[in-house]
């Protein structure tokens, strides 16, 4: 069960955001700020607390607070983001975090970490190797992560931003997939459900308790999540998705 959650505010220069997606557009600022309440609402309605961040002009990614902090049951890893824009957004968060956990660790350089590149299976964490997690960053949260009693092991990946760019963990096994993660070998045994190229976007899911939070306007991914058992809500995410950012990215959840 997760009982909280935190938020940051975007930014007004979030339209200077990165992205790999420029013929979507620009985000516009007041409809994201309208989609990001909508989201605060959605994940109150799962029951959880959200502390909601102020913006901060100078990181127009920050709303993507996923990738600042991995946060486990037993402690709480800030992390080193691998975007260079991206780098100091982590500042802010140690002292949020201090409210909720008393044991708080750091990547620390030459190790760079994104929260979106780690996927949660119980005590077991998936560390993807992307453009933004290098290898001194996973093995320094898998080093972690056995101090506290708990495993990580890395994913090798080639395509995607994010680990979780096509890859959520919905419990009771059941794992979205999609793109180079559809067929490898690590998640086999999983019970998979694959999401098809043209939804690719919806791999990026999030299992608040007892509700999976879905992007709306993808249709056959909520009808496949449906037909496991799970109850959907669905969120419009159009302006963050012109930033490759997904429902997970949006917070973090303990
Ligand atoms: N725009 C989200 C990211 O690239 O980190």
């Given at each position: 069960?997760?009982?909280?959650?935190?938020?940051?505010?975007p930014s007004r220069t979030l339209a200077e955001g990165i992205t790999s997606a420029p013929d979507l557009g620009k985000p516009d600022y007041e409809k994201a700020l309208v989609q990001h309440n909508a989201y605060i609402?959605?994940?109150?309605?799962?029951?959880?607390?959200?502390?909601?961040l102020a913006a901060d002009e100078r990181?127009?990614?920050?709303?993507?607070?996923?990738?600042?902090?991995?946060?486990?049951?037993?402690f709480a890893m800030v992390t080193s983001p691998g975007a260079?824009?991206?780098?100091?957004?982590?500042?802010?968060?140690?002292?949020?975090?201090?409210k909720y956990y008393n044991a708080i660790e750091h990547i620390q350089a030459p190790g760079t970490l994104e929260g979106g590149d780690v996927m949660m299976v119980g005590h077991h964490y998936y560390i993807g190797l992307s453009e933004r997690t290098n290898r001194a960053g996973a093995d320094q949260l898998i080093?972690?992560?056995?101090?506290?009693?708990?495993?990580g092991s890395v994913v090798e990946m080639n395509e995607m931003l994010h680990l979780k760019t096509g890859l959520a963990y919905l419990e009771d096994n059941i794992l979205l997939v999609a793109g180079e993660f559809t067929d490898k070998a690590e998640f086999k045994d999983f019970r998979r459900i694959e999401i098809p190229e043209a939804e690719g976007?919806?791999?990026?899911?999030?299992?608040?308790?007892?509700?999976?939070?879905?992007?709306?306007?993808?249709?056959?991914?909520?009808?496949?999540?449906?037909?496991?058992?799970?109850?959907v809500l669905t969120c419009d995410t159009s302006e963050f998705k012109k930033l490759d950012g997904g429902l997970s990215c949006l917070s973090l959840r303990f």
């Amino acid at each position: 069960m997760f009982t909280q959650t935190i938020v940051r505010t975007p930014s007004r220069t979030l339209a200077e955001g990165i992205t790999s997606a420029p013929d979507l557009g620009k985000p516009d600022y007041e409809k994201a700020l309208v989609q990001h309440n909508a989201y605060i609402d959605t994940l109150k309605a799962c029951g959880v607390a959200v502390e909601v961040l102020a913006a901060d002009e100078r990181y127009p990614d920050a709303c993507f607070v996923e990738d600042v902090a991995v946060c486990t049951p037993a402690f709480a890893m800030v992390t080193s983001p691998g975007a260079p824009t991206r780098m100091g957004e982590e500042e802010v968060i140690t002292g949020v975090l201090k409210k909720y956990y008393n044991a708080i660790e750091h990547i620390q350089a030459p190790g760079t970490l994104e929260g979106g590149d780690v996927m949660m299976v119980g005590h077991h964490y998936y560390i993807g190797l992307s453009e933004r997690t290098n290898r001194a960053g996973a093995d320094q949260l898998i080093a972690a992560l056995v101090k506290y009693g708990m495993t990580g092991s890395v994913v090798e990946m080639n395509e995607m931003l994010h680990l979780k760019t096509g890859l959520a963990y919905l419990e009771d096994n059941i794992l979205l997939v999609a793109g180079e993660f559809t067929d490898k070998a690590e998640f086999k045994d999983f019970r998979r459900i694959e999401i098809p190229e043209a939804e690719g976007y919806a791999a990026n899911c999030i299992r608040v308790n007892d509700h999976v939070i879905v992007p709306e306007g993808y249709p056959e991914t909520r009808a496949k999540i449906e037909a496991a058992g799970l109850n959907v809500l669905t969120c419009d995410t159009s302006e963050f998705k012109k930033l490759d950012g997904g429902l997970s990215c949006l917070s973090l959840r303990f």
